[in-house]
């Protein structure tokens, strides 16, 4: 799981929702990106518009290193990131699709170089840039993984969710990316969008709403990967 932007630091938690999810055998790790804030304001920076790419960068190198240190297998390694975490998880997912078996996209940012027209656009220009300049343009497009995405690729297992009454990723990013991604994946595995009626960024939602999204992620990926206990 990773987020990587806004030089916010994912610190430890214990989420007794995830109980489930170790009870099957299940590895948790947090990937601390470029981008986020865990190493001060210089880390902040080394993943920010130009940069940004070393956000996407720090992830897939996560992915590999708990492969190759025996944490999971190839077939059973899923990515997660919601909202801003939706760059490195969208980035990941096109640029090392053969990487993962499930990418898990909560309330997703897929579609950078759109995201200034939305509503909570404007408010993240000091963020991601502006299309209306060069650098900008440049910046937003490398957290675009919707322009990335390529006909007859073999993309793994995928999963986006939005609320319908999101006001900080509107509902159209993450159902932009499922309807391409159905159309251009050639794995024959699943792309599916689940959208709750009834939510919005997350924030605000009932803990009903949020144990039945848990749910389902975790669902999905276990049909995917099988048990994950040997």
Known sequence: ??????????????DPSMLAWYERGGVFAVAHMRG???????????????NKHTTIDDFIAC????VKQGFTRPECLAGEGGSAGGIPTGGALVRRPDLWAVMLM????????????????????????????????????????????????????????GGFNDPRVVVWQPAKMAARLQAATASGKPVLLRVDFQAGHGMGST?????????????????QCGKLRS
């Open 106 to 161: 909560f309330v997703p940012v897929t579609n950078g170089l759109r995201f200034e027209l939305t509503e909570n656009g404007p408010p993240n220009v000091q963020e991601f840039g502006s299309v209306t300049t060069e650098d900008g343009f440049k910046g937003l497009s490398i957290t675009d993984s919707y322009a990335r995405v390529k006909d007859g690729t073999h993309y793994p297992a995928v999963l986006l969710t």
């Open 63 to 66: 992915g590999e290193y708990l």
């Open 36 to 50: 986020g804030g865990e190493y001060g304001e210089g880390w902040h920076k080394a993943g920010k518009m130009l």
């Open 207 to 223: 803990r009903q709403q949020v144990y039945e999204e848990r749910a389902d992620a975790f669902a999905f990926v276990l049909q």
């Open 1 to 14: 799981m990773g987020y990587g932007s806004y030089g916010i630091s994912i610190k430890a938690f214990f």
